[in-house]
């Protein structure tokens, strides 16, 4: 009796915290402690078979284009339509520009890097990254030059560059839409805490096999066999530099050599998982729909402002110019140069590989290369 009546207790207490904060946000459906909007979310994927855009679909369809959706714990207010996006996040955007977190982003990155800061170090790390990238040529044609080196495959470093792909993978397949839920107190539980190990363990990897190279770089300057001039050969070097500019400074400065092994991981995950992930559906949609129209988005003159990839506002993605050029070119060349087909053992489908996977990822399929 005496643990019913304490459960009643912090049940009624969160749902009256709950009700209290909703009186300040855009309507929504009705939340329930803890688990917020999830099971809603969990009946039409799983119940209605329902993938997670025409989920959100039928929420908009009830409670309109700005809404309040509560993933566990977390409320979040879902846009739903450009002109509200862009009055936010563009006329606004002062106001949008910090991001709140789930609990295992800073759990992980502690506030560093690009992807997961905010306030003066995420501006200040986003700035000198894009300044830096901009000086390497990106928006510019070397990049053109730069990526077409590249897609033509060398095996020097293949072992390795898997090997760390592999990791990846495993990060983001191993993410779920219900690990949202997850917070300081549920990771008092032994089961959840490894299951948090177990997911955060390929970032952790992949973390120390990039600060043993920042290790390896910096030896190299030390003793000599590495050298270079002005801001140097590549964003390691600029960073290294800004570092110690920044110690002479004395003054408060978000770059050190934490930050940097974070800001590589923000630029090496988000930038290669993303284009992957394109990559592979981009072959899917080619293999089922050969003939598609290039007009589909032409609204007239303008372009129908409905489809935003890359995000808009302080927070768009600082390599959408590299990523437009990568898939350009990739796609465009894999064209040129081979005949493709589908696998008729194995053919491409519409249907995600996971419904609740954080990275919408095609389901695994196989296709045919001819040279042309």
């Known amino acids: 009796m005496i643990f019913?009546?304490?459960?009643?207790?912090?049940?009624?207490?969160?749902?009256?915290?709950?009700?209290?904060?909703?009186?300040?946000?855009?309507?929504?459906?009705?939340?329930?402690?803890?688990?917020?909007?999830?099971?809603q979310l969990a009946f039409k994927m799983f119940v209605k078979k329902k993938d997670f855009a025409e989920s959100i679909r039928d929420f908009v369809k009830e409670y309109g284009s700005v809404h309040t959706f509560w993933f566990g714990p977390l409320a979040t207010v879902h846009i739903c339509d450009y002109p509200n996006a862009a009055d936010a996040m563009i006329r606004k955007g002062a106001s949008f520009s910090n991001r709140e977190l789930p609990y295992l982003f800073d759990l992980s990155r502690k506030g560093r890097g690009i992807l997961a800061a905010n306030d003066t170090h995420w501006l200040e790390q986003r700035r000198f990254a894009l300044h830096t990238l901009k000086n390497f040529g990106l928006g510019r044609n070397i990049m053109e030059e730069r990526i077409m080196f590249e897609f033509d495959i060398t095996y020097a470093d293949e072992e390795q560059f898997f090997a760390l792909k592999a990791k990846l993978d495993r990060l983001f397949d191993d993410f779920e839409l219900y690990d949202l839920l997850l917070n300081k107190w549920t990771m008092r539980i032994p089961f959840l805490r490894q299951r948090v190990d177990a997911m955060l363990k390929p970032q952790n990897d992949i973390v120390k096999f990039l600060q043993n190279q920042v290790d390896k770089r910096k030896k190299e300057i030390a003793d000599g066999t590495h050298t270079f001039e002005g801001d140097g050969e590549d964003f390691v070097d600029a960073f290294l530099i800004q570092i110690e500019k920044e110690k002479q400074s004395n003054s408060p400065t978000s770059f050190d050599e934490t930050t940097l092994a974070m800001t590589l991981l923000d630029l090496w995950t988000a930038?290669?998982?993303?284009?992957?992930?394109?990559?592979v559906w981009a072959f899917a949609y080619l293999l089922l729909h050969p003939q598609f129209d290039p007009d589909r988005y032409l609204k007239g003159e303008n372009i129908e402002q409905h489809v935003i990839p890359f995000g808009i506002g302080k927070r768009a993605c600082l390599g959408e110019a590299l990523a437009k050029a990568e898939l350009y070119l990739i796609i465009g060349n894999f064209l040129l140069r081979y005949g493709i087909s589908a696998d008729p053992n194995c053919m491409p489908t519409m249907i995600p590989q996971s419904v609740m996977g954080v990275v919408r990822k095609a389901t695994p399929y196989n296709i045919v290369f001819t040279r042309s």
């Open 4 to 39: 019913l009546t304490i459960f009643l207790l912090i049940f009624t207490y969160l749902f009256l915290s709950i009700w209290m904060r909703r009186r300040t946000l855009p309507p929504g459906p009705i939340p329930l402690p803890l688990l917020g909007n999830m099971h």
């Open 271 to 279: 930038g290669q998982e993303t284009t992957a992930t394109t990559l």
